[in-house]
Nanobody, 125 residues
Framework: QVQLVESGGRLVQAGGSLRLSCAAS????????MGWFRHAPGKDREFVAS????????EYADSVKGRFTIPRDNAKNTLYLQMNSLKPEDTAVYYC??????????????????WGQGTQVTVSS
């Protein structure tokens, strides 16, 4: 049974940092492209970041470039999202996702097979 379980979301002040984790099980993690998306109230779901199988290639939304990073640990079957210099507009439910497609990175949600349940990040001003 495939599972993606996010954790680490909480209330944080603007300018602060937060690290989200996504524990994966039930599939061969090291052969899947992984991504983070977010969904804020009143907005469409938004791509945040994606990482290739080996972690050598990453892609970021312009809105988070230079502030967020998306490392992965294939030995631990875990994906991370390191978020620095947080802004109130980063407030959203953050989801991790996995794709079995043979690409390097993927920005479209429709290309992802598996999704976690989400973790809430709230950034206060």
């Amino acid at each position: 049974q495939v599972q993606l379980v996010e954790s680490g979301g909480r209330l944080v002040q603007a300018g602060g940092s937060l690290r989200l984790s996504c524990a994966a099980s039930g599939f061969t993690f090291r052969t899947y492209i992984m991504g983070w998306f977010r969904h804020a109230p009143g907005k469409d779901r938004e791509f945040v970041a994606s990482i290739s199988w080996t972690g050598s290639i990453t892609e970021y939304a312009d809105s988070v470039k230079g502030r967020f990073t998306i490392p992965r640990d294939n030995a631990k079957n875990t994906l991370y999202l390191q978020m620095n210099s947080l802004k109130p507009e980063d407030t959203a439910v953050y989801y991790c996702a996995a794709s079995g497609l043979t690409r390097f990175t993927l920005t479209s949600a429709k290309n992802y097979n598996y999704w976690g349940q989400g973790t809430q990040v709230t950034v206060s001003s």
